[in-house]
T-cell receptor
Framework: SAVISQKPSRDICQRGTSLTIQCQVD?????MFWYRQQPGQSLTLIAT?????????ESGFVIDKFPISRPNLTFSTLTVSNMSPEDSSIYLC????????????FGPGTRLTVT | GQNIDQPTEMTATEGAIVQINCTYQ??????LFWYQQHAGEAPTFLSY????GLEEKGRFSSFLSRSKGYSYLLLKELQMKDSASYLC???????????FGAGTQVVVTP
């Protein structure tokens, strides 16, 4: 399966600042997704990162708060803007592997704490 | 929209078998996934079912009935390391986003 890395693995940020999370895949993939997992909760999709066009956001998530870039088929970034303590979560990127019957795999995640 | 239900917690002893059920109601369906997630870690892919029937992978098996909107994950010969949250997720299109259930916390006791 595709090997996915994320940077940073964790960070502690102050309220009002922004953090950009990077997701790198070792092979070209068509579909990349960004999820959030708040403490004690399941995963919620933030957006689908589309290569060459604007990301597709889920209900409750907006581009101004979570801008996403997808410059090529192996890389994407998610920015968490103007952070508040409610943004403290694990942020995960995932990819869909069409070479393996469309299975989806997750990166190791970025644990964000906002103080 | 989609509704995905799974039990909150299950407890079993080492060496036993546990079956985690997942029921779903979706506008479309193109596959059901099971993931294992240990505390503080990312979800790990376990299985993917798109056709009815049983898929076996070592100690883990997954079953799907599309007509009943039902799946289960069967864990055999439980080991202490199997203590984790197990997430059921449904994909409603050929490609794309997954909708996750709340997860089932499995506790394996000696």
């Amino acid at each position: 399966s595709a090997v996915i890395s994320q940077k940073p693995s964790r960070d502690i940020c102050q309220r009002g600042t922004s953090l950009t999370i990077q997701c790198q895949v070792d092979s070209q993939v068509t579909m990349m997704f960004w999820y959030r997992q708040q403490p004690g909760q399941s995963l919620t999709l933030i957006a689908t990162a589309n290569q060459g066009s604007e990301a597709t956001y889920e209900s409750g998530f907006v581009i101004d708060k979570f801008p996403i870039s997808r410059p090529n088929l192996t890389f994407s970034t998610l920015t968490v803007s103007n952070m508040s303590p409610e943004d403290s979560s694990i942020y995960l990127c995932s990819v869909e592997d069409r070479e393996r019957a469309y299975e989806q795999y997750f990166g190791p995640g970025t644990r964000l704490t906002v103080t | 929209g989609q509704n995905i239900d799974q039990p909150t917690e299950m407890t079993a002893t080492e060496g036993a078998i546990v079956q985690i059920n997942c029921t779903y109601q979706t506008s479309g369906f193109n596959g059901l996934f099971w993931y294992q997630q240990h505390a503080g870690e990312a979800p790990t892919f376990l299985s993917y079912n798109v056709l009815d029937g049983l898929e076996e992978k070592g100690r883990f098996s997954s079953f799907l009935s599309r007509s009943k909107g039902y799946s289960y994950l069967l864990l055999k010969e439980l080991q202490m390391k199997d203590s984790a949250s197990y997430l059921c997720a449904v994909r409603d299109r050929v490609w794309g986003k997954l909708q996750f259930g709340a997860g089932t916390q499995v506790v394996v006791t000696p």
